[in-house]
């Protein structure tokens, strides 16, 4: 028993838990506020978190061998407490979960959802070492909230500020995610665009996309005034604190001060509701 829940718990490790978990609660706060039903908030659950899981468990499986020239002792395939082949086992049952999940939201909702994972999966699949690097990231979190407003009956289409929302926090993930690998990133082969900008660039870009993402919310959003201010001072007080501790080596402080600037931009979508919908 105590290995079996060794290799659950190293399985869960893997599936890069943290942006996962955030991402999912984000899809299923946006399900809620702008009134998907209970089958269908459950419907938009398993499918994000099916989806991540997949391109989580995706990337370790294909980068097990760099990661284990880089020395990345906290991946579970580097100190084999999982092996490739259960990780790559656990891709395709999770991607065998995610698409019917993502259809049982309606045609177009389902081809929008299993869009957006096809594009994580292109950044694993090589994107992530080329100046392209970026747009799986922006496209696959614009397409995030199209797919949960597409699911509502009569499969409306989202305002334009909501899947612009989320390509700019995607995109801005992505340069803040990579700031602790540069080094070893750049010691083993992968040149993507935040590493031809360098820390200072990805960290500048990062900023000005994940602020860009609150302002945006800010103007656009129907909500009232006192949250229109604060969500953006707040979230600039966050990331400055984050990319400030997140100059130290190896910190994941700038991208857990992403997911918090994503929860705060959840937070101030639940505050406009139904009103997001046509």
């Known amino acids: 028993m105590r290995s079996v829940a060794a290799r ?18 984000v899809a299923v706060g946006l399900a809620v506020s702008t009134g998907r039903d209970g089958a269908g908030v ?31 002792i906290d991946k579970p ?22 698409v019917p999940a993502s259809f049982a939201s309606g045609p ?10 096809a594009s994580a999966w292109t950044y694993n699949l090589g994107l992530k070492s080329t ?11 614009g397409l995030l909230p ?18 612009a929302v989320g390509a700019l926090l995607g995109a801005g993930a992505h340069f803040t995610n990579v700031l602790p690998d540069l080094a070893a990133d750049a010691a083993t082969g992968i040149r993507g665009l935040p590493h031809r900008l360098g820390s200072v660039g990805s960290r500048t ?13 800010a103007v656009t959003a129907p909500v009232v005034p006192l949250v229109a201010i604060g969500v953006p001072v707040v979230a600039a007080a966050v990331l400055a604190a984050g990319l400030a501790r997140g100059r130290r080596d190896g910190s994941r402080a700038a991208f857990r001060a992403v997911l918090v600037v994503a929860l705060l931009d959840l937070a101030f979508l639940l505050t406009a509701g139904h009103t997001m919908v046509a």
Do not use: K, M
């Open 42 to 72: 459950v419907a938009v659950a398993v499918a994000v978190l099916s989806g991540q899981l997949s391109v989580g468990w995706l990337n370790d499986v294909l980068d097990a061998d760099r990661d284990r020239l880089a020395g990345r």
């Open 8 to 25: 659950a718990l190293a399985l869960v490790r893997a599936s890069h838990p943290e942006p996962s978990v955030v991402v999912t609660a």
């Open 146 to 163: 199209t797919f949960v407003v597409l699911g509502l009956p009569g499969a409306p289409a989202p305002p334009w500020w909501l899947p």
């Open 131 to 141: 100046p392209l690097s970026v747009l799986p990231y922006a496209l696959s979190f």
């Open 77 to 98: 395939a580097v100190t084999r407490t999982v092996s490739r082949r259960a990780l790559a086992v656990a891709t395709i049952v999770a991607t065998l979960v995610c």
């Open 108 to 117: 177009a909702a389902g081809a929008v959802h299993v869009l957006a994972v």
């Open 205 to 217: 870009a990062a900023a000005v996309l994940l602020l860009a993402a609150s302002v945006v919310l």
